[in-house]
């Protein structure tokens, strides 16, 4: 089975940081796009950034210049660091993937963020 499982999660006051990881199982990790979503309650669910098999970055306006995506492929993991954060971050975050062939698409269960002002 294809696994996602979010960790990092929790409470922080505006400005800190936090880094979340996702780790990847039942899957050829270094085929698959890999990114970040996030909801908050009442919301959509939102793209927050995105790395490509090939290593090239994407980010949501709305945290460029303080979120940092990256990829271990050896390790099957996924990062996001994220700094400066503010009470707008606080939603659910979670890990997603896309086989780059088939199209298959992932989600893992979720982990909080909350930032408090």
């Known amino acids: 089975q294809v696994q996602l499982m979010e960790s990092g999660g929790g409470l922080v006051q505006a400005g800190g940081s936090l880094r979340l990881s996702c780790a990847a199982s039942?899957?050829?990790?270094?085929?698959?796009?890999m990114g970040w979503y996030r909801q908050a309650p009442g919301k959509q669910r939102e793209l927050v950034a995105v790395?490509?098999?090939?290593?090239?970055?994407n980010y949501a306006d709305s945290v460029k210049g303080r979120f940092t995506i990256s990829r271990d492929n050896l390790k099957k993991m996924l990062y996001l660091q994220m700094n400066s954060l503010k009470p707008e971050d606080t939603a659910v975050y979670y890990c997603?993937?896309?086989?780059?062939?088939?199209?298959?698409?992932?989600w893992g269960q979720g982990t909080q963020v909350t930032v408090s002002s």
């Open positions: 997603y993937r896309r086989n780059d062939y088939n199209n298959y698409e992932y």
């Open positions: 790395i490509t098999s090939g290593g090239n970055t």
């Open positions: 039942g899957t050829i990790f270094s085929i698959n796009l």
